[in-house]
């Protein structure tokens, strides 16, 4: 079986350590999952989500130069619809419109004003 990054596992725990938990998947590959990565919400401890011998699902986080996987257990974050390319002139023209209205009314307020000199 080939692991790609980006993929889902089915896997043990095999240890777990203040830092995270040590997870073996069926093919005999061993991962870490970092503490951050064991759940959505704030955990206090790795004991909180997993104990030794839980029969877990992992997606493949990353997968390190030297061979080792990093593993997460959060949700997928919902893909957001990117926002549509804005017009830079258009933009720079609503300013320079906005500006020029507010410029002309602070005149506006100022012709009756005296100098001091």
């Known amino acids: 079986m080939e692991i790609t ?5 089915t896997g043990k725990v095999t240890g777990i350590k203040p ?21 959505d919400k704030f955990i206090n401890s790795v004991e909180e989500v997993v104990e030794l ?3 877990v699902e992992v997606r493949v986080k990353e997968i390190g130069e030297n ?8 949700s997928e974050a919902p893909k957001r619809p ?4 804005r017009d830079l002139e258009k933009m720079l023209a609503e300013m320079e419109k906005d500006s020029s209205e507010k410029f002309a009314i602070l005149n506006r307020g100022n012709k009756g004003a005296k100098r001091r000199g």
Do not use: D, T
């Open 53 to 55: 011998g839980q029969e």
């Open 19 to 39: 830092f995270g938990a040590f997870v073996q998947l069926e093919n005999g590959r061993s991962g870490l999952v970092h503490i951050s990565e064991l759940s």
């Open 82 to 85: 990117a926002k549509p390319a």
């Open 5 to 9: 990054a980006g993929q889902k596992y």
């Open 67 to 74: 061979g080792k996987l990093n593993f997460s257990m959060k």
